[in-house]
């Protein structure tokens, strides 16, 4: 019962966040390509935001104690296949602005496109069946394609930190950062813990 809310209420803030942000760049936009550059842009911050849970859940639940927590670990599955329809969301958009713009993908596209590749491989493995037949190494494919994908966001809010500055890239590249200490933190306290 608890995962049927869960369920209709996730995709339900992705769809009305993806609704404000399309309202947002285009019917208060310019009308010009800047409104494309705008959609692509919030659809990668919304991504970032529903690829947090997946990145920090595992670990939160390994040393906070808490219901929510307990309660949301066996829905990570579903919390990453939403992150991944989030995560295209902003592969739309990025077509769109090529269309709008007359340009298409390039060679410096490629690490980008190689992310979206090892996504698609996550999305499609995301299932019980991919779970059985690849064994230990289904653990080791999401967590290339989970540390690809950070490493996306990682790289683009340092560079557009260092680029354009300013408070709004200061807190996402924190987030980033932070999220990434944390998982280390849990890792070597894990570590520590087994060899005790
Ligand atoms: C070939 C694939 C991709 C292309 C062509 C692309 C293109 C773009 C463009 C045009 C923008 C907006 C630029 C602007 O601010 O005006 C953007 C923003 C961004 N993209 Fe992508 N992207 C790709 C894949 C990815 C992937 C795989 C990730 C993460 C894993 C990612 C994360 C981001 C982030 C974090 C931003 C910045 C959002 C912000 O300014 O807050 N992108 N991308």
């Known amino acids: ?6 369920q209709f209420y996730y995709p339900t803030v992705l769809i009305l966040a ?22 692509t842009r919030y659809t990668a911050r919304l991504a ?8 920090l859940i595992g670990p939160l639940s390994q040393i906070v104690q808490s219901n929510i927590l307990s309660s949301l ?17 902003h592969l739309i958009a990025i077509l769109l602005l090529h269309q709008a713009k007359g340009t298409w993908f390039t060679l410096d596209d490629t690490a980008a496109l190689i ?5 698609v491989v996550q999305v499609a493995t995301s299932n019980n069946f991919s779970v059985r037949k690849f064994g230990k190494g289904w ?15 990682f790289i683009t809010y340092m560079g557009r930190l260092q680029e354009m500055g300013g408070a709004v890239y200061l807190i996402l590249f924190a987030l980033t950062s932070a999220a ?15 060899e005790a």
């Open 115 to 119: 992310i979206y590749s090892l996504l």
């Open 139 to 153: 653990k080791v494919l999401h967590w290339i394609a989970m540390y690809a994908l950070f490493t996306g966001f």
């Open 73 to 89: 670990r066996p829905k990570r599955r579903f919390i990453g296949l939403t992150f991944g329809a989030a995560h295209f969301v």
């Open 1 to 6: 019962m608890q995962l049927r809310g869960f």
């Open 180 to 194: 990434w200490l944390f998982r280390i933190y849990v890792f070597i306290q894990q570590r520590i813990g087994k």
């Open 18 to 39: 993806v609704t404000y942000i399309l309202y947002y760049s285009f019917v208060i936009g310019s009308g010009g390509a800047e409104d494309y550059e705008s959609f």
């Open 48 to 55: 970032f935001i529903f690829f947090l849970p997946v990145f």
